[in-house]
């Protein structure tokens, strides 16, 4: 009877603990509703992040939003200034194990390298990086809600990522380098990229870190 007390308690604590993490990313999702209007100092823009994906879709919701009078245009040619998505990983790592060796714990990450460039490709931003983590608990019994939660927690960082990105297009440094480049004085110490062309995915992941698809099969590694 106690075996079945503690298996009903646990199952208890990881659905109460799902939800709440289920919760806190919902809520973090409307972050950048609350952020205002920010406007940025270049009129059209081009975001080089797929349309097709919840977090592209979000971001470009996230600039309209906070800068409604910059144009996020359709190709590189058209705008002042490109935003370039270098890399975009996401990444799972299990962080507890139980003593009979499964995992009872992982993190979730992501990694995000971008630029920012004007239309001669010359740097405004250089490549920069953003990660985040979520932890997630993990349970056998309950694998059918793990996708749904997995997902969740993406959303969450995606959110945490986009409003990242907003505040540092909008730091006063990248503000000084766009005007100095609109005035023609180029920095030598500063890479020239090439506009309609993303170079390769730079760097390894973290050591332990892998990429999430057995997870999200809902098979611990």
């Known amino acids: 009877m106690n075996h079945v007390w503690l298996s009903l308690r646990t199952r208890s604590r990881w659905f109460l603990s799902a939800a709440g993490l289920a ?5 973090t999702a409307c972050g950048f509703q609350m952020r205002g209007e920010t406007p940025l100092p270049f009129n059209t823009l081009y975001v080089g992040v797929p349309h097709n994906t919840h977090f592209g879709a979000n971001l470009r919701r996230a600039l309209r939003a906070a800068s409604p009078n910059t144009q996020l245009v359709d190709t590189p040619k058209e705008a002042q200034v ?14 507890s194990l139980n003593a009979q060796g499964q995992v009872e714990e992982y993190e979730l990450g992501i990694r995000f390298t971008f630029r920012l460039i004007d239309s001669k490709g010359n740097a405004i931003l250089p490549d920069t990086t953003f990660t985040t983590y979520r932890e997630l608990p993990y349970n056998t019994s309950a694998a059918q809600a793990l ?3 997995v997902d969740s927690l993406y959303a969450s960082m995606e959110q945490s990522l986009i409003s990242r990105i907003l505040r540092r297009i909008d730091a006063p440094d990248v503000r000084e380098s766009y005007a100095r480049l609109e005035r023609g004085e180029t920095n030598p110490d500063r890479p020239v990229y090439d506009v309609n062309k993303v170079q390769p995915p730079q760097g390894t992941m973290p050591p332990g870190w892998t990429n999430p ?4 099969d809902g098979a611990p590694r």
């Open 23 to 27: 919760l806190l990313a919902l809520l």
């Open 82 to 95: 490109v935003l370039q998505q270098v890399t975009n990983q996401r990444l799972i790592n299990d962080t």
């Open 147 to 149: 996708s749904s939660l």
């Open 213 to 216: 698809p057995t997870l999200l």
